[in-house]
């Protein structure tokens, strides 16, 4: 069998990371990482470069306009978007993790290598619509992660989150697995969009076993989202990870798992009429849960990672509030929502490494006079913060503008009512890290401890952070150009709405 | 110079901006040099308005700037900004406030200066941008982005309760803006555009329930920020904990852009709904009235009974615009201004005695008279417009609202504006108490009292700040047509366009003679409004 061009151009952006993922082991054979200081650097090029190849080559493939397929594989634009968040987001925690592993004293080349192979899973995650293609993706991005996250050994909890993260995520697994179980069996297809085709043609729609099919597979998304009240594991296993392990987490697996979601939802659970007004029901419902526990849980934290978890959890809320609304525009402001959303939490949490918190010290105390300290990451930290909380100029505004316009206009007042009130409460947390970093002066004896200590040292992460904050206040005034550009392409020709 | 020709407004809106974000990244240590630019910078941005607009050929076209933005989600917006009759004077008042507080409080602040210079520049973009914004997604991006700035101001340099008191300011504006929001995507959806008028026409062609809805959401938005009892309780707390120059910003420049707000936006765009809400809203500006000039009246501390003020004065300015007539919607335009400048005094003075006394409790004062003269006087002449004296600024806005309410032809005007003149005489009694404990008596005998640490009298930088301030006093007091001259056409076209059938005839002259607003001003009001029946 042989592989023809247009198909090679379909694998490639997947071969890339998944070529460096199984090089970097083998770099590290017969070395010893603890001390060889330049087996390290090659290491982190080459995960940067494997990284950067895909990222170009997608790139290519979205100036040419093209949109290779391989068999089930489909390298549409949405694809592509897709590909290139994933990679942008890699690339961050990437550069992040060389000075938070060297704060932690814990360097280890397998942590690059987990990483790739989860982009790897997470690209072939959104560019297929079979669904054992898409379980595929799912678990080769899943499991690389829940090792990630107690990559740091010596960490007790590290272990403890990560075992949670694993069990809970095996039973979510399961359900999607069963939940596309029963579709095929109702239906004989394995591709979705067909499946849905035919469970439609054969009047099956309001079948108690497509309905049980179709919520499974939901829950398993929803569960990728961490969306209530499949949410649990989220804060301990953000908690547990490295800063640019949880950061990578909080986007990349809600990113996608929302990507996938688009290019299922629209197509092949509203095509089975009943079945996508009742997923769109329950979508309703559990998005106004998880702004609710997201927002009133993420009120009372004391520990910084935390309070991002239970952010991340309510972001979701507002994603799922732009499925509720179904329009191809507020589908847009979903993925333009993504895309201001992975540079914001990529330096939210960039800036915990920026600061030098390590282990548990990521409490609000240990930000306090930060801002002052170091005034380019305090601004662009106040960026971040009000980004999140959805205050303009920042692009965070246009995301809530867009999803919250659409809700709007399709009948759903009280919903976007409840989501502003839910952005209210969520300023008041967001401030929280605004008041500690530029409003309370340290107390004296972290100043002595602080003085003891070497100077924190992070280029690479602040580095991360800059270009996070640009695209988070650029992102406020070039809105359209990535509303209409990118968001709006990708679902266009790649998916073949709105047109 | 040709861009320039054709973007004043773009210029004199963002120029302070970018000078902050260039000030933001001068080094701590060059704190003063940072202080001193942005001071500069600010006078120029002042300087600059008044040539372009006042100097202006009479006649010509007014300043306006128009050009589509960008469109998502099926919505353009527009990048709209003009200046007309209704904003003139709160633009130039924002411009002159801005220089004029940073040097007032040039030696206030201790640490930071030069990050303080470049917030108040941001901060001085976001109230032109939300003063001279004709888009209304336009004008809540400058208003939201204003909390930013301000709430550091409050939150880094204020004093001992300055979290909570910059926590509560930024919440409770946000929560207005947001529900606002809501209604604001509801009406832009229905009109497909976030044009004003574009608006108000699709507005009118929806049911009156929905109408009242929106007007309610509009209406809340902006009198928090009014603040209009009983969404006043964030005031207080920002007020007493803000720096000298942050309470004379808000005071000055951020309240008014609540009345702005109904006066541009909330009446024009739902006519019907806001005569609809007159009442109500009249019947919380008389209380605001009184129970603002009670509260002040047992503040112990004088900067909280300045802040308690400004509830009682701007509820003021709400009856004005409640009473939905020519008269009374000028009186309130003036009194917008009135109560920038002589609050604005007040903070200002207040700071001035707090820089040296370290105190502004009543009790610490007494015999202050004797120590600082010139002090005193200035603080007199300021008490006294505050108070509404005639031939001061306060006298001719307060009288104005009043005769417009009373003469509105709602069956309530004549009763709010008997209970609200009552306040007229409050405010005296509060503002004369305290200056009699505070300047009159014998010098407080106690060691480590508050006049026992006055040790010299205002320098010239001080005086330099006050006289301007007290020149416009004087000047809106004796000859106020200058400051409502501007808005007198773009308000009675607005009342007329506000159809009120039943009461129209009685509140609006069928056509404003020239020269009838300058009888006004010499107080013949009731003659010339009974000319028009």
């Not at chain 1, 540079?343 to 918190?357: E, H, I, R, S, W």
């Not at chain 2, 002589?342 to 409790?361: C, E, I, K, Q, W």
Request: hydrophobic fraction near 55%; charge should be neutral.
């Amino acid at each position: 069998m042989s592989i023809t061009p247009t198909e090679w151009a379909a694998l490639l952006p997947l071969l890339f990371p998944a070529l460096g993922a199984c090089l970097i082991p083998l770099m590290a054979l017969d070395r010893d990482q603890a001390t060889t200081k330049w087996i390290r650097a090659a290491m982190y090029l080459v995960a940067l470069a494997a990284v950067a190849a895909g990222f170009w080559f997608i790139t290519d493939l979205w100036k040419a306009g093209a949109q290779p397929g391989f068999h089930q594989l489909h390298m549409d634009r949405l694809a592509q978007f897709s590909g290139i968040f994933v990679l942008v987001a890699a690339a961050m925690a990437i550069l992040q993790s060389w000075d938070h592993f060297h704060q932690e004293g814990w360097v280890k080349g397998e942590t690059l290598s987990l990483l790739l192979f989860s982009v790897t899973g997470m690209m072939l995650f959104t560019a297929t619509t079979n669904f054992l293609v898409l379980f595929l993706g799912l678990e080769l991005f899943s499991l690389p992660l829940y090792s990630l996250v107690a990559t740091v050994r010596h960490r007790a909890e590290g272990a403890e989150g990560g075992m949670k993260y694993f069990l809970t995520g095996a039973v979510a697994s399961s359900c999607f697995l069963m939940g596309g179980v029963l579709l095929y069996g109702m239906s004989g297809s394995l591709d979705l969009t067909t499946a849905a085709l035919s469970i439609r043609a054969q009047g099956l729609a309001a079948d108690p076993m497509v309905l049980a099919g179709a919520a499974l597979l939901l829950l398993g998304f929803l569960f990728k989202v961490s969306a209530a009240p499949f949410h649990q594991w989220t804060p301990d296993a953000y908690e547990a990870s490295p800063h640019p392990i949880a950061g990578f987490m909080s986007v990349a697996t809600k990113g996608v798992a929302f990507i996938a979601l688009l290019r299922i939802f629209p197509v092949s659970f509203a095509g089975m009429g009943a079945v996508g007004v009742r997923m769109q029901a329950a979508l309703a419902i559990l998005a106004v849960l998880t702004l609710v526990i997201g927002n009133l849980t993420a009120l009372v934290q004391t520990n910084v990672k935390r309070m991002l978890a239970y952010s991340s959890i309510s972001h979701a809320g507002y994603l799922m509030l732009g499925f509720v609304a179904g329009t191809p525009a507020a589908y847009t402001g979903v993925l333009f929502y993504l895309v201001i959303y992975l540079a914001m939490n990529m330096g939210a949490f960039g800036l915990l490494t920026v600061f030098g918190l390590v282990g548990e010290k990521t409490t609000f105390e240990d930000l306090r006079g930060l801002g002052w300290k170091r005034p380019a990451m305090g601004f662009a930290a106040a960026v971040f913060m009000l980004s999140l909380a959805g205050i303009p100029p920042m692009g965070g505004f246009y995301g809530k503008y867009m999803i919250f316009k659409e809700l709007v206009g399709t009948g759903h007042v009280g919903l976007a009512i409840l989501g502003v009130l839910a952005s209210l409460v969520s300023a008041y947390y967001y401030l929280r890290f605004l008041v500690a970093l530029f409003l309370q002066a340290p107390s004296a004896e972290a100043e002595r401890l602080a003085s003891d200590r070497p100077a924190v040292h992070a280029p690479l992460a602040g580095a991360t952070v800059l270009v996070s904050a640009a695209i988070v206040l650029v992102g406020g005034f070039v809105q359209a150009f990535l509303a209409d550009g990118f968001a709006h392409r990708a679902l266009s020709e790649g998916l073949g709405l709105l047109r | 110079m040709t861009w320039l020709n054709s973007h004043p407004l773009t210029f004199l809106v963002f120029a302070p901006a970018l000078l902050g974000l260039l000030l933001m990244a001068l080094p701590q240590s060059v704190g003063k040099l940072t202080r001193l630019l942005g001071f500069l910078a600010a006078l120029a941005v002042f300087v600059l308005s008044i040539a372009w607009l006042l100097g202006r050929a009479p006649g010509s076209a007014p300043l306006a700037e128009h050009a589509p933005w960008f469109t998502i989600v099926g919505l353009p917006v527009d990048y709209a900004l003009a200046v007309d009759g209704l904003n003139l004077w709160l633009v130039l008042l924002t411009t002159f406030l801005v220089p004029l507080t940073m040097l007032g409080t040039w030696n206030s602040l201790k640490d930071r200066t030069g990050t303080f210079a470049a917030l108040f520049l941001l901060l001085e973009t976001g109230m032109l941008g939300a003063l001279v914004a004709q888009d209304l997604l336009l004008f809540y991006l400058f208003w939201e982005a204003m909390l930013i700035p301000m709430y550091f101001m409050i939150g880094v340099w204020g004093g001992d309760e300055r979290r909570y008191a910059a926590n509560k300011f930024f919440l409770f504006t946000l929560s207005g803006s947001l529900l606002w929001l809501v209604a604001l995507l509801f009406l832009a959806g229905k009109a497909g555009s976030f044009a004003p008028a574009v608006m108000a026409q699709a507005a009118s062609a929806l049911p009156f329930a929905t109408q009242c809805w929106l007007f309610i959401a509009f209406a809340v938005a902006f009198a928090i920020k009014v603040p209009l009892f009983p969404l006043h309780t964030w005031l207080p707390d920002a007020h007493v904990q803000a720096p000298t120059a942050g309470s004379v910003i808000l005071a000055g420049v951020l309240l008014k852009l609540g009345g702005y707000g109904f006066i541009r936006f909330a009446i024009p765009m739902f006519p019907q709904a806001a005569i609809h809400y007159a009442k109500p809203l009249a019947l919380l500006s008389v209380i605001a009235i009184i129970y603002g000039a009670l509260v002040s009246m047992v503040q112990r501390d004088i900067k909280k009974l300045v802040a308690y003020s400004s509830v009682s004065h701007m509820g003021f300015v709400m009856l004005g615009l409640a009473s939905m007539t020519v008269i009374g919607t000028q009186g309130a335009m003036l009194q917008m201004l009135n109560h920038g400048i002589s609050t604005g005094a007040l903070f200002l003075l207040v700071g001035m005695v707090y820089d040296r006394a370290h105190t502004r409790m009543i009790a610490d004062f007494g015999g202050v008279a004797t120590k600082m003269p010139i002090f005193t006087t200035f603080f007199l002449i300021v008490t006294l417009s505050s108070i509404g004296l005639p031939l001061t600024n306060g006298f001719v806005g307060e009288f104005w609202i009043l005769n417009g309410t009373f003469l509105s032809g709602f069956a309530w005007g004549r009763a709010y504006a008997i209970v609200a003149t009552l306040g007229v005489v409050l405010g005296a009694v509060y503002m004369l108490w305290m200056v009699k404990r505070v300047f009159w008596g014998p010098v407080n005998p106690d060691e480590d009292s508050g006049t026992q640490h006055l040790h010299s009298d205002l320098n010239p930088r001080e005086i330099a700040v006050m006289l301007p301030l007290v020149v416009l006093i004087l000047w809106m007091g004796i000859h106020p047509r200058t400051f409502v001259a501007a808005s007198e056409a773009p308000v009675t076209a607005l009342l007329k366009d506000a159809n009120a059938p039943a009461i129209r005839p009685l509140i609006l002259p069928a056509a404003p003679a020239p020269g009838a607003l300058e009888a006004t001003a010499e107080g013949h009001v009731p003659a010339s409004h009974e000319v028009h029946p």
